[in-house]
């Protein structure tokens, strides 16, 4: 099916986007009728290859799919909760409104992937790799994610509420509005980042990565930031924080602080 999908100078994500859903899948199913496809057909098994096949709607829940290959492949409106997935390789892949809650998601591969309000509640993420993913909207409340890496990713209005994200690596990421509330951020990296309006408060950010990162209104109220690194007065000076926010030495809290609170 991949080989397919080069015939037609389609992607799953650009079918999806184009509004023709049963248009390119007609076209995909003329093409790929051939023995190409058949390894579409392959049932779900630890190491099965579905790169470039078109599988949306699956439910897949409970399945040991370690090692499974959906490199480029459309697995729009699925289920694949409380599946095992180490290690599995999804760059290139559409998940929107995907559910990957509880799944074992521990390295598996989403770089450049498309999983807008893609449901990942309470999964296993550690070491897991979404460079350049778009997951704006996205769920991620209480991943475990400790070392993960989301680098240059869209994750603009996510949640990840209560996620462990020690260690991880959120450098250039679009991180715009998206709630951090009760999560573990020691030792992330936030530099170059654009966390305009985003929401950390009332956490311990020690070892934390500031470095060039954008902090237009970020809800920084009674955090703790006074063992991060790179954060600058500029950025204090435009963040939004209280008298309980602790800054690095050096730092000093704004008149401007507290912010007026802005509607959502």
């Not at 260690?167 to 573990?184: H, I, M, T, Y």
């Amino acid at each position: 099916m991949d080989d397919c999908y080069r015939l037609q100078g389609l992607t799953p994500s650009l079918t999806v986007k184009a509004g023709s859903r049963i248009v390119g899948g007609l076209i995909l199913l003329a093409v790929c009728a051939g023995p190409a496809a058949a390894k579409c057909q392959d049932p779900p098994a630890p190491g099965a290859d579905w790169s470039g096949c078109s599988k949306a709607r699956l439910v897949l829940t409970g399945e040991d799919l370690t090692g499974t290959i959906f490199q480029r492949s459309l697995l729009t409106l699925s289920d694949f909760a409380s599946s095992r997935m180490a290690g599995a390789n999804l760059s290139e892949t559409e998940v929107s409104r995907t559910r990957f809650e509880g799944a074992d998601l521990s390295r598996a591969d989403f770089t450049k992937a498309l999983g807008w309000r893609a449901n990942f509640g309470q999964a296993s993420l550690a070491g897991t790799v979404f460079i350049s993913a778009d997951m704006s909207r996205s769920n991620f409340a209480q991943v475990k994610a400790a070392g993960a890496n989301f680098n240059k990713a869209e994750l603009n209005r996510s949640d990840f509420s209560g996620a462990d994200l020690t260690g991880a690596n959120l450098s250039k990421a679009e991180l715009a509005r998206v709630l951090f509330q009760s999560a573990k951020l020691t030792g992330a990296d936030f530099s170059y980042s654009n966390l305009s309006r985003a929401r950390l408060n009332g956490l311990d950010l020690q070892g934390a990565n500031f470095t060039g990162t954008y902090m237009f209104l970020t809800q920084i109220g009674g955090s703790d930031l006074s063992g991060v690194s790179g954060l600058t007065q500029a950025q204090v000076d435009i963040a939004c924080g209280t008298e309980q926010t602790k800054l690095p030495a050096g730092l000093s809290q704004p008149k401007s602080w507290p912010c007026k609170e802005e509607e959502d």
